[in-house]
């Protein structure tokens, strides 16, 4: 099973600055996961209307999407659970932050927040941010991910946008 893996979008609503490259390949059968920071709900339902979302809020969200969105949430796809939360504070250890949040076994943990992507198995727990779709402080250009879910494996992508 693959799963289109996105945070972080900083944009008011769906345009150009979202990559149509992405939105192209988003099909309403796939599976879409958002770690948080959608800050205009224009941009959630536009989203949602495009294919299966899970999602949680984030610290950027106006507050009609955080009425809207659980802080975190746990989803089970083929046999996997997977673990959604945005992240706050520093940079530093917020892998290690967000992973606590979580008081039971994950497959996967999906944050965003630091705009950086992220990749490591931590025990049995695969962590992976896809970093921001509108970028980082480093890089113009924005980053989001693929979740691949096979029965003995889990591994992501992460794809860079031009």
């Known amino acids: ?18 990559s149509q490259d992405l939105l192209s390949q988003i099909k309403s059968d796939d599976i879409l996961f958002h770690a948080g920071d959608f800050t205009d709900i224009k941009t959630l339902k536009e989203l949602e209307k495009r294919c299966k979302m899970y999602a949680v809020r984030g610290n950027m969200d106006d507050p009609e999407v955080r009425k809207t969105l659980p802080e975190k949430r746990i989803v089970e796809l083929s046999g996997k659970r997977i673990g959604i939360l945005h992240g ?23 944050f965003g927040h630091s705009h950086v992507p992220y990749y490591k198995k931590v ?9 921001s779709l ?16 096979e ?3 889990i591994w992501a992508d992460l794809i860079e946008l031009r």
Request: cysteine-free; proline content about 7%; glycine content about 8%.
């Open 134 to 149: 509108a970028g980082d402080w480093r890089s113009k250009s924005g980053t989001y991910g693929i979740l691949r879910l």
């Open 123 to 131: 025990a049995d727990t695969l962590l992976f941010n896809p970093g």
């Open 151 to 153: 029965e003995e494996k």
């Open 88 to 110: 706050w504070g520093a940079p530093t250890d917020l892998p290690e932050r967000v992973l606590r949040k979580f008081n039971e076994e994950l497959d996967v943990l999906i």
């Open 1 to 18: 099973m693959t799963l289109f893996v996105i945070s972080d979008t900083h944009v008011p609503e769906i345009s150009p600055g979202i």
